[in-house]
């Protein structure tokens, strides 16, 4: 199967091709000529399989070219029991008779993530091999929290790459930091640039399109690439774990083959419940998706009236992971719901980038909403759904994975729809110690890793172990300075 660029359908390449590239050169984000799809008998197989057998077959259907056998060590080694807590790797936990969250912070960063970046390393590294390069490709990441730590461990040891990250030295928590600066590796670099986060992915943005440097680093053995989350490496393992929840409902008798369940994903840059779109399409009953925002609540709008704005104040929310005025994952969703009109969608990238908005035609909103629902929920709205999921169902959840629990209760008032539902669940609560706590009532908060400790005892729930284990790490990364240093330390870093 070949890959198109969603602004230039007549171009043409290999998966390995679209993965070590990861943008086409237009601009457009690569997506897969056709979906593959799941037959009953296919889905029934699945069933009884374990999450790296499941792994290996979903995305085998869209690698052409990668052997069974380099999936399985993939797979093996993206998601085995060093990496995730539970060999479910993805567990569904029930809240209620209709209604299941899909548990995706098992690994070892304890968001979501982990669940592609995990995987997009070994693709990519195989992807060097098949497209004969022979440079070792050297990430660059701007991080405001999540992204930086999952990149690192994903990337940590992985063959043929090596990882830089810059993150803005006081813009991430305590937490966050600490996570950075003890991460472990040989092929590992952190460095925190004086500033925001916009100085930072500016800093990043420049040593992209630095041609010396990029020349200089081509000596020496390097390619710049970066793992943002419109490579399709890192969509196509977020498929799979949609496809695992149906089979797990299978297994366990809570839907018979064929009955149609709904996805709430609380959504950022629509990644994540695009994967969920590929995996209705590829045959998994679906009935809606449902679209849950924060504050920041451009697709609920969009959703509603066909009118992308981006043009619109921005918050900083209590669910930093989903403060995104630009989903750019949305742009593979237009591609294919304009019967790949790469024309459309080209045009309506151009009028986002001058304009700040575009509105989609009438077949095509109709197209998404006859698949989509959206919604969106504010900061008060969150934390008494964190409070009251932990009273009524004993489940302690983050303030992301509450979006979605929040949006999911509306939608139900609001439409009747009863429909049996999984619920994304994007981040272990210890991720967001403060917030939580204080969704739970306590204002009165410990400081650093103390938090963990004191979301535990108020919860009775333990912190993941990666997490409780920061306190005793060393620190190996301390080094910070001048945005316009972050050159050097490319070079450096690149000896
Ligand atoms: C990245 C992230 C999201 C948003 O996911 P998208 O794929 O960008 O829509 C939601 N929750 C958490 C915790 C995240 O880290």
Redo the contacts with the bound molecule.
Sequence with gaps: MKYNSTRNKRLHFTPAQAIAQGLSREGGLFVPCEIPSLSCEALTRLRDMSYQQRAVYIMGLYLEGFREDELDAAAAAAYGPAKFDTPAVAPLRKVDEDTFCLEL?HGPTC???DMALQMLPHLLSLSLKKTDEDKTACILVATSG??GKAALEGFRDVEQTKILVFYPKDGVSEIQQLQMATQEGENVGVWAVIGNFDDAQTGVKHLFSDPELREELAGRGYFLSSAN?INWGRVLP?IVYYVSAYCDLLRDGRVQMGEEINIC??????????AAYYAREMGVPVRKLICASNSNNVLTDFLKTGVYDRNRSFYNTI?P??D?LI?S?LERLLYLLSDEDDAVVADYMDQLSAQGRYTVHGGMLKAIQDCFAGGWADETATKATIAAMKKDHDYLI?T??AVAFKVLEDYRKETGDQTCTVVAS??SPF?FCDSVLSALGVEEQAKGVALLEQLSAVSGVDAPAPLAALGSKSVRFTEFGEKEQMRDEVRAFLK
Excluded: E, R, Y
Aim: charged share 15%; aromatic share 10%; hydrophobic share 35%.
């Design positions: 912070w968001a979501f993530k999540d992204t989350s977020q994903v609380p959504t950022g840059n629509f990644g994540n419940i695009l669910s992971s989903m995104i989903s994952n983050d992301h994975t994007t981040a991720k």
